[in-house]
Structures are given as C-alpha cells and as structure tokens.
C-alpha cells in the first residue's frame, strides 16, 4: 500500500541530480551577467572617448593598466596625461577575477608596468582615437579567471567598435 525505502531513495537520488543540475547551470549565470556588464561598459566608454575626440577635436588615449584602464589626452607639451579624474573616461579597475588582454594591430601588448615602480617612465597611450575619427586597429579581450568564456571587443582604423562573446561550447 505505500512507497518501499528503494522507491524512495531513487526518488531522493533523483531529486538530487536534477538539484545539482539546476544548481550548475544557476552558478554561472552570475558570472556571466558581471563579465557581460563590464564588456558593454567598455565598450560604451571607447565609444564615448571615440565621440570626445571626434566632437573636442582632440587626440584620446587608450592604455590598460596592471589592474584595468584609463584614457588619456595630449598636453601642448606632447606629453600624455590621464583625461579624466572624474565621469565616464575616468581611470578603472576592474573587478576580480576579470583581466584584459589587448592586440594593436596583430600583436599583443601586455600592461605597461606600475607607475609607482618607475615615476619617471613616460605615459603613452596604446591605442590612439584621433579627432578625425580614425583610431589603432586593436582587440580588447575581457575575460575572468578560470572562465572558459570571454567578450572580444575589436576597433577598426576606421573607428568602428564590435563586440562579441566568444569561448562558448559549439
């Protein structure tokens, strides 16, 4: 008349299986929308510096940093300095556990060392939007740790911005 302790076990086994499942499939979803947010973010900020230069008529810098980015701007003296203390083109940095890995122009760049260990170094943007709207061929892979997929964001010589997902299963 009622359920055997095996019934009930494999019903409990089962459970637990479609648990992990949902479980599994739920941990990622976290990850996702974070490294998707910081993508879209720096993607609206390159378009945003692209659309300052252009609209300023001024030479913005772009260069990642040991722990994210900052934009730069060119001094009357030729030198380069950060373009923003404050509002959207204000240094960043990112959240662990995402890193950037940068190619201008079909090779990669890997982050210029700390300011404080060398206070003399120059500053030099690795990839230059021009006022005339044409910018450094270059891709921005944002990715995190220990995370298969990644966000791809490429820039033409023409200034065109793209961004994709990449590093997902077939």
């Known amino acids: 008349r009622g359920f055997t ?13 479609l648990a992990t499942f949902v479980t599994l499939s739920m941990g990622n979803r976290e990850m996702d929308d974070r490294m998707e947010a910081e ?17 300023k008529g001024i030479e ?9 980015y900052e934009f730069l701007s060119a001094a009357a003296d030729g030198h380069w300095a950060s373009y923003s203390q404050s509002g959207p083109l204000r240094g960043r940095k990112l959240p662990e556990p995402f890193y950037l890995e940068l190619t201008v122009e079909g090779h990669a760049l890997p982050p ?21 709207g044409e910018a450094t061929a270059f891709s921005i892979n944002l990715g995190a ?13 023409l200034g065109k911005l793209a961004m994709t997902r990449q590093g997902d299963h077939q």
Do not use: C
């Open 39 to 55: 993508a879209r973010r720096l993607d609206q900020v390159l378009s945003l510096a692209e659309d300052d230069a252009q609209s």
């Open 5 to 17: 302790l095996l019934e009930i076990m494999v019903v409990v086994i089962i459970i637990g299986i």
């Open 145 to 157: 740790r220990g995370y298969r997929p990644f966000y791809s964001i490429t820039g033409d010589a």
């Open 112 to 132: 210029p060392p700390a300011q404080d260990a060398n206070k003399d170094a120059k500053v030099e943007p690795q990839i230059l939007l021009l006022s005339s």
């Open 60 to 68: 913005i810098g772009f260069r990642q940093t040991q722990t994210g």
